[in-house]
């Protein structure tokens, strides 16, 4: 999968890229994330990518053209995702907290996708036009405002890219995460099996591999009823 990010602060991105699962998922090829600075498409010389918004009121807002253009140029970069297709990208998404609340469900079917734009906004946000004209679809990552799109483009790379597969070994599989089947993951537990008198449940040391899956299946339930009852609902 390609993701291409295009941002502002393109440097907020870096880190969360280079260290962990989304390294491992890029040098072993499953994932290629490609940060682009909205200024290079600058309107002009000053690197100018933001204006005053009309009808006044205080913030700027992010301008057409450098977006119109980012997007264009890396659309005319790609070869058609799939026979028929014009060419271009799977999805091009803007964060933004007025969004599609984003949750495991979503996260499983854009890490199916070829290949994704993602629009940082910053400011007041990015011309609406854009978002009617170009952007596929608009994720938001919780009912609270951030200062710009960058740390919710990171949460989104990273729970689509450890969903990739192959990306995640056996071990660390996500299809035992929270979320996948509408449950909570249950607790665990590492040595020693005693500490300052705190035990290990018996079923996890008991060995037997019957008893430990209904433990973990008891627990998730439990857990999933005390905090997360809505998620029942959707079984
Ligand atoms: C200060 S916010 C703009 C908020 C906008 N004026 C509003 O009230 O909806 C700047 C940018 O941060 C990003 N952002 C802020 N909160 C977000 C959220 N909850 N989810 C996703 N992106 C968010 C968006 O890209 C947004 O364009």
Known sequence: MRIDIISVLPELLQSPMQHSIMKRAQEKGFLE????????WAVNEYGQVDDYQYG????????CE???KAIEQLSSERKPVRPGHPGGYDEVIYLTP???????KIANNLSLKGNIIMICGHYKGIDERIRQHFVTKEISIGDYVLSGGELAAAVLVDCIGRLIPGVLND???????????????PPVYTRPEDFRGWKVPDALL??????????????????????????LENQ
């Open 33 to 40: 994330v490609h940060i682009h600075n909205l200024r290079n």
């Open 66 to 68: 450098p977006l119109a």
């Open 56 to 63: 006044g009121g205080a913030g700027m807002v992010m301008m």
């Open 98 to 104: 007025d969004g599609e609340m984003l949750n495991q």
């Open 171 to 185: 071990e660390t599989s996500a299809l035992f995460d929270s979320f996948q089947d509408n449950l909570l993951a």
């Open 206 to 231: 008991s060995g037997n591999h019957r008893l430990i899956e209904e433990w973990r299946n008891e627990q998730s339930l439990k857990r999933t009823k005390e905090r997360r009852p809505g998620l």
